[in-house]
């Protein structure tokens, strides 16, 4: 299906993330197959009808349901999501995500944590991916500098151990580069599963 947009004729959201699902890698799918769902407010399997009819009889349309399977609207990045398909290639634990975490300096206004396991021995591991945006973007720093952003991390983190027994930070370079996150991931503890 075709639209306008601004002028300009494109392809509908719903198709676009359907070619994109039917061309691409599974890391870089997932990620917008999570996307999808938050923009469309739909579910997995809302999504994977969708590819079954918009995606019928085009190749790739197995890899792009599998890819839909695993969906989820709650992952608030593409770097959250491509950390999640390699935990998912892997076979680990896969976390919840977006978990309150109870702010003792404020209570009523918990921090959320990207990536929550709670361990077979009841080990609670929260897991951070780092992006540089929130130091510099104005509309995440709310007026603080970068000196202040981090400060006010570090509390956040210190907090943060107060009610979970690990908090384990990662950076886009350790999604990008497979190896060094799995490694991670293995000395934090999450067991693999598949």
């Known amino acids: 299906m075709v639209e306008r947009l601004d002028g300009i004729l494109v392809t ?3 198709d676009t993330i359907v070619d994109c699902l039917l061309e691409l890698g599974f890391r870089e799918g997932l990620a917008i ?3 999808g769902l938050a923009r469309l407010g739909i579910d997995a399997a809302e999504l994977g009808a969708l590819i079954s009819e918009r995606g019928r009889h085009r190749p790739g349309v197995r890899h792009a349901l ?3 399977r695993h969906a989820d609207a709650r992952s608030e990045s593409g770097g959250e999501s491509m950390a999640r398909a390699i935990m998912i290639e892997h076979g680990f634990m ?3 995500l977006q978990v309150p975490i109870e702010n003792p300096d404020n209570p009523g206004h918990p921090w959320r944590c990207d990536f929550f396991w709670e361990l077979p021995d009841g080990t609670i591991v929260v897991g951070e991916l780092d992006g540089g945006e929130k130091y510099v973007n104005p509309a995440m720093t709310h007026g603080r ?3 202040q952003v981090m400060r006010d991390e570090r509390l956040r983190e ?3 151990t107060l009610a979970v027994d690990r908090v384990m930070r990662f950076t886009f370079s350790d999604v990008a580069n497979e190896a060094r996150l799995v ?3 293995e000395r934090f503890g999450i067991p693999h599963v598949a």
């Open 94 to 96: 896969l976390p919840e």
């Open 158 to 160: 210190s907090g943060m």
């Open 33 to 35: 197959a999570d996307a």
């Open 145 to 147: 500098d970068v000196l």
């Open 12 to 14: 509908s959201l719903e």
């Open 183 to 185: 490694a991670l991931l």
């Open 66 to 68: 599998e890819t839909a």
